[in-house]
């Protein structure tokens, strides 16, 4: 049940909601940790380290986490558990009302509900690209058709990277395992990073975009980067480096929207896989990336010269990165959030006013991954990607009445935002940033 209607129903006087307000304090305590869902606390204190979207249940404790609880479909995981308490659920925005009417309404367009022939069909171009890049390294010896293998595996890796996306986003099998071994298959065995370190990350950074709490030294993981700061709510994360260190990384700050493009594409690849597998415990991603090094090492074999073996990669690799720019740009230059400021904002106004979509023709959508409407994949991230570009005038109009901002534009004009916000940003930063 939503927070709208809990609401509605105890305006109309039902006695069975317990909407009387109990403070925190009485149902918290130095040992007991809880979260509000629904105008209901609930003990998570022996369930954090059990939850499957990880530690940020954390940035959770003692709020309201109802809208993101519902976002990510997770309304039966709550009828076991007894409420330890009840709380008033607090109305941040007029919009949001509206925004959970777009939720039933997209649950009656069937907007999440798994569509196999276009599975079938992405996954099929998928398979289809990887058979063509070993046909024109292996049955060609023209260098150029070599290279064209090359640009071809970039694009191949771009597609696993989506197919990866969705399934972690629980929006194919739309069951926990099934999704994740097959977001393992297509992430880490053929894109070739961990897909369960980006899964990790990813609840991160959808459930607290762009959020920054400097109490905990913590930031949104996907928006953060040692070699730039987009915001200056991100300055005092770099504070108490060693000298060195931080002399290094003021100059990096103050040439960032000079080094922003070139470290995307030329560094993006290679910082991704060994970030991701640099702090991987689990065995069954260590198994599925050593599958992924089998096949590409055999690929890269019937190359006839090292030389062309490194071009090979380098150009792959270069390619992909140029794709990164597809969804770092939606976030890049958008506004940030203090975690106080997080709390007290609505969630789905936050998550519009951090997100910006990409203006493109109908035909582009699948070089975006259905993702240049990336605010309404951070609304409703259990949609659907192909229904993606259906929900976007839905969420227009309804921003346009409560005056929120919309933000979209081509991709031009989102890089020329995101230039010049990161060269804004490193002329305020400072040496010693407080």
């Known amino acids: 049940m939503s927070p709208t209607e809990l609401k509605k129903r105890s305006d109309a006087g039902d006695d069975s909601i317990p909407f009387i307000c109990e403070p925190l304090a009485e149902v918290a305590t130095k040992d007991k940790k809880v979260v509000g869902v629904n105008g209901y606390w609930y003990d998570v ?38 409420p330890v308490g009840s709380y008033k659920i607090p109305k941040l925005h007029p919009a949001d009302e509206d925004f959970d009417k777009l939720v039933h309404l997209f649950h009656e367009k069937g907007y999440f509900i798994t569509d196999w022939v276009f599975y079938i069909k992405k996954i099929s171009l998928v398979l289809s690209i990887w058979a063509t890049v070993f046909v024109l390294v292996i049955c060609f010896e023209q260098w150029y058709m070599h290279y064209f293998g090359a640009v071809l595996l970039a694009f191949m890796w771009q597609q696993c990277g989506f197919i990866m996306h969705d399934f972690h986003h629980g929006q194919v099998f739309r069951e926990r395992f099934k999704d994740h071994f097959a977001g393992t298959i297509f ?52 504070k108490g480096m060693p000298l060195l260190k931080s002399v290094v990384q003021y100059v990096l700050i103050k040439i960032q929207h000079i080094t922003f493009v070139p470290v995307v594409i030329f560094i993006g690849r290679y910082d991704i896989v060994i ?15 050593s599958f992924h090094w089998l096949w590409m090492v055999t690929l890269l074999s019937y190359l006839p010269t090292w030389r062309q073996v490194v071009l090979f990669y380098f150009i792959a690799a270069s390619v992909q990165g140029t794709f990164h720019f597809q969804l770092i740009l939606s976030h890049y230059c958008k506004s940030f959030y203090r975690a106080d400021e997080f709390h007290t904002t609505s969630w789905y106004e936050a998550q519009i006013l951090t997100n910006m979509n990409i203006d493109t023709s109908t035909r582009q959508d699948w070089c975006y991954g259905g993702l240049n409407y990336h605010i309404e994949h951070h609304l409703f991230p259990k949609m659907a990607r192909n229904h993606l570009r259906d929900a976007g005038p839905y969420v227009e109009e309804v921003c346009k009445r409560h005056g929120i901002d919309y933000d979209m534009c081509c991709i031009t004009e989102a890089m020329w935002k995101t230039l010049v916000h990161l060269k804004k940003a490193g002329t305020h930063y400072k040496l010693d940033p407080r």
């Open 45 to 82: 204190t022996n369930f954090i380290q059990h939850h499957p979207g990880g530690p940020i249940i954390e940035e959770y404790i003692g709020k309201d986490a109802s809208q993101v609880f519902q976002a990510y479909g997770h309304q039966g995981v709550l009828k076991h558990r007894k």
């Open 187 to 238: 992430g880490t065995t053929l894109f070739g990073i961990s897909s369960h370190w980006w899964h990790d990350e990813h609840v991160v950074h959808h459930s607290v975009t762009n959020m920054v709490d400097l109490s905990n030294r913590f930031a949104d993981p996907q928006m953060w980067e040692g070699v730039w700061a987009q915001n200056e709510k991100l300055f005092p994360l770099f």
């Open 275 to 289: 970030d991701s597998m640099r702090v991987e415990r689990r065995w069954f991603e260590w198994v599925a990336w």
